[in-house]
């Protein structure tokens, strides 16, 4: 819409009166063993943080301090997190992250059936806190979004409901659900993982990607969340349901991921957004941010990402000698960690792990508080939390060998647990 024709508006006002909803309740069933004890959104991520802080911080960072997390599946540690590391919000200035577990609050007590059903079964408490809009984002993926920028594009569109997209290649396209727009962005038809995707207007062989990023007007959001509630044959998905069934009906727009991005000033034209929900995409997530410029910039003090902080010293590196030499690069590694007279390569070392002597490790993301034994060869490998490998164990060198002791994917990475290594 043209400037001179939008509405005025008073965006910091707008931020408080909009509640964050980020659905953490995930199972990430296709992280296999990774999410054995553990929600997809507490997963450990990049050397210190866990999946959940990303969208965390984004909120925070975008100036919205009203946030809810649903949670459902294996919450436990993800429940510890939120409670630990993100309790520095004003209650008293109405400021607030709080954890709105499954509860079973409808007549029909039933768990979360849908991501729209999780929103659906706390509306209760939503309908409390006299809000404007609604952000629903999805607890577990990798990114750096200012919300703020996204919601003043709700607002000045005079949309009822906005949806985040990202611009993916037509054959990408078939795994997300996906947008047709006309040249306002307004959005068309929205199909869930079509076999032919439709393509942007003017950009053949390109597609627009729903990224699970939803703005509502706080009243459109409530009568949706109503009459889904009542449909028998609604699976109560808001990419599925909610968001096909709006089109048409009330203004639906599409936000380009590109007008709200944190951009990494060394690819500017590379909107980083990545889905890590399969063990080869977390793998590659982690491995990326060893590269000398990754596309993901940590280090960026304007867009801090914040997490859960223990007191750790920092890492060490011993022995400097022609038998054994203590070294890492083109590796993150994280406090408390201790190289020993070992070589770590292109890999990533969260905290308080230890690699003994004359141990070999590459292009591997090792989780927090593992020990590996002397003379040990990793290649390609994900070590789970509190795995403490013996001496002169070989992964990733014998692909028959490691199907039959850990879990191989099709890519060759090697995910191993503490329970596979018990049954050695």
Same mark, same amino acid.
């Given at each position: 819409?043209?400037?001179?024709?939008?509405? !005025?508006?008073?965006?910091?006002?707008?931020?408080?009166?909009?509640?964050?909803?980020?659905?953490?309740?995930?199972?990430?069933?296709?992280?296999?063993?990774?999410?054995?004890?553990?929600?997809?959104?507490?997963?450990?991520?990049?050397?210190?943080?866990?999946?959940?802080?990303?969208?965390?911080?984004?909120?925070?960072?975008?100036?919205?301090?009203?946030?809810?997390?649903?949670?459902?599946?294996?919450?436990?540690?993800?429940?510890?997190?939120?409670?630990?590391?993100?309790?520095?919000?004003?209650? $008293?200035?109405?400021?607030?992250?709080?954890?709105?577990?499954?509860?079973?609050?409808?007549?029909?007590?039933?768990?979360?059936?849908? =991501?729209?059903?999780?929103?659906?079964?706390?509306?209760?408490?939503?309908?409390?806190?006299?809000?404007?809009?609604?952000?629903?984002?999805?607890?577990?993926?990798?990114?750096?979004?200012?919300?703020?920028?996204?919601?003043? $594009?709700?607002?000045?569109?005079?949309?009822?409901?906005?949806?985040?997209?990202?611009?993916?290649?037509?054959?990408?396209?078939?795994?997300?659900?996906?947008?047709?727009?006309?040249?306002?962005?307004?959005?068309?038809?929205?199909?869930?993982?079509?076999?032919?995707?439709?393509?942007?207007?003017?950009?053949?062989?390109?597609?627009?990607?729903?990224?699970?990023?939803?703005?509502?007007?706080?009243?459109?959001? =409530?009568?949706?969340?109503?009459?889904?509630?009542?449909?028998?044959?609604?699976?109560?998905?808001?990419?599925?349901?909610?968001?096909?069934?709006?089109?048409?009906?009330?203004?639906?727009?599409?936000?380009?991921?590109?007008?709200?991005?944190?951009?990494?000033?060394?690819?500017?034209?590379?909107?980083?957004?990545?889905?890590?929900?399969?063990? =080869?995409?977390?793998?590659?997530?982690?491995?990326?941010?060893?590269?000398?410029?990754?596309?993901?910039?940590?280090?960026?003090?304007?867009?801090?990402?914040?997490?859960?902080?223990?007191?750790?010293?920092?890492?060490?590196?011993?022995?400097?000698?022609?038998?054994?030499?203590?070294?890492?690069?083109?590796?993150?590694?994280?406090?408390?960690?201790?190289?020993?007279?070992?070589?770590?390569?292109?890999?990533?070392?969260?905290?308080?792990?230890?690699?003994?002597?004359?141990?070999?490790? !590459?292009?591997?993301?090792?989780?927090?508080?593992?020990?590996?034994?002397?003379?040990?060869?990793?290649?390609?490998?994900?070590?789970?939390?509190?795995?403490?490998?013996?001496?002169?164990?070989?992964?990733?060198?014998?692909?028959?060998?490691?199907?039959?002791?850990?879990?191989?994917?099709?890519?060759?990475?090697?995910?191993?647990?503490? !329970?596979?290594?018990?049954?050695?």
């Amino acid at each position: 819409m043209n400037n001179s024709s939008s509405p !005025k508006i008073d965006l910091n006002n707008a931020l408080n009166h909009t509640l964050a909803i980020i659905l953490a309740g995930g199972r990430g069933s296709r992280l296999k063993n990774l999410t054995e004890f553990r929600s997809k959104p507490a997963v450990p991520i990049a050397g210190k943080f866990k999946i959940i802080d990303f969208p965390l911080s984004n909120c925070v960072n975008s100036g919205m301090r009203r946030i809810s997390v649903l949670t459902q599946y294996r919450s436990h540690t993800l429940n510890q997190h939120v409670q630990r590391g993100w309790n520095f919000l004003r209650p $008293d200035f109405n400021e607030f992250i709080e954890l709105w577990p499954a509860q079973q609050q409808t007549d029909a007590q039933t768990w979360y059936q849908g =991501t729209a059903d999780a929103v659906y079964q706390n509306l209760n408490l939503i309908q409390n806190l006299n809000l404007e809009y609604i952000l629903v984002l999805a607890g577990d993926h990798i990114y750096k979004q200012d919300y703020s920028l996204m919601l003043k $594009d709700h607002i000045e569109s005079e949309a009822e409901i906005t949806v985040a997209c990202i611009e993916c290649s037509k054959e990408e396209a078939t795994q997300f659900g996906v947008m047709a727009v006309d040249n306002n962005h307004n959005i068309t038809s929205f199909v869930e993982k079509p076999e032919n995707p439709p393509e942007i207007p003017g950009k053949p062989g390109r597609c627009l990607a729903s990224m699970g990023i939803y703005i509502f007007n706080a009243k459109q959001i =409530t009568e949706k969340l109503l009459t889904d509630a009542a449909s028998e044959s609604s699976s109560h998905d808001f990419g599925k349901d909610i968001i096909p069934s709006s089109i048409g009906r009330v203004k639906t727009i599409a936000h380009p991921f590109a007008k709200s991005c944190i951009v990494n000033t060394g690819y500017p034209d590379e909107p980083y957004w990545r889905d890590v929900g399969t063990l =080869t995409a977390y793998w590659e997530a982690n491995i990326d941010l060893a590269e000398i410029e990754p596309r993901l910039d940590l280090y960026d003090e304007s867009w801090p990402i914040r997490t859960m902080h223990y007191q750790r010293p920092a890492a060490k590196f011993n022995y400097n000698n022609d038998k054994r030499r203590g070294m890492a690069v083109d590796s993150l590694v994280s406090a408390g960690c201790i190289v020993s007279g070992a070589t770590v390569e292109k890999s990533v070392l969260f905290n308080n792990v230890r690699v003994n002597s004359y141990a070999h490790v !590459k292009e591997s993301v090792i989780l927090p508080s593992c020990d590996i034994g002397r003379h040990c060869k990793l290649n390609k490998v994900v070590l789970d939390m509190n795995c403490k490998l013996p001496p002169e164990t070989v992964i990733g060198e014998d692909p028959e060998l490691d199907a039959k002791r850990f879990y191989r994917n099709d890519d060759g990475i090697v995910l191993v647990t503490p !329970k596979m290594i018990e049954n050695l």
